[in-house]
């Protein structure tokens, strides 16, 4: 949490702005446009969207070995207060209290310039409708990130 009460949150997806969810996000103050998990241990794909109907969307999970194309993940970092973060919960389906029973979990990560910031990974190791290959899902070998355009 910053001084001033307001939590970061790491976006990677549709909450980035110019895509489908930004008005989510689209009233508190972007940090930092260009963010880049600290961490390369991650895995992104593309699913069905379950928020919006016939459309699709990342899902990010830590690898599970190293034999995946494991990389980073470019993003977005926003400030946000209480209420805020309340709303992103309520759209990724997570329960703080029941956790067993969210869509997505919430975690604490390191952005690659030491900012801690909360980011929502997919909770499980199956998911249906992952689609292969993906639309939007770019991996970059050369750089080992991941970006959704």
């Known amino acids: 949490m910053e001084d001033n009460g307001l939590e970061l949150v790491f976006?990677?997806?549709t909450l980035k702005i110019g895509e489908r969810n930004h008005h989510f996000l689209s009233e508190f103050e972007c940090i930092d446009k260009k963010s880049r998990t600290k961490s390369d241990t991650f895995v992104m794909q593309e699913t069905a969207s379950f928020s919006s109907?016939?459309?699709t969307s990342p899902i990010v999970m830590p690898a599970k070995?190293?034999?995946?194309?494991?990389?980073?993940?470019?993003?977005?970092?926003?400030?946000?207060n209480h209420q805020g973060l309340a709303a992103l919960d309520e759209l990724e389906e997570y329960y703080?209290?029941?956790?067993?029973s969210s869509h997505y979990l919430r975690k604490?990560?390191?952005?690659?310039?030491?900012?801690?910031?909360?980011?929502?990974?997919?909770?499980g190791e199956n998911h249906k409708g992952i689609i292969n290959p993906p639309k939007h899902v770019h991996f970059n070998a050369y750089k080992n990130e991941y970006n959704w355009a």
């Open 11 to 13: 976006v990677y997806g």
């Open 65 to 80: 070995s190293s034999s995946e194309n494991t990389g980073a993940i470019l993003g977005q970092v926003f400030a946000v």
């Open 108 to 123: 604490r990560i390191l952005t690659a310039d030491n900012r801690e910031v909360w980011m929502y990974f997919l909770n």
């Open 53 to 55: 109907r016939g459309n």
């Open 96 to 100: 703080p209290d029941n956790e067993e």
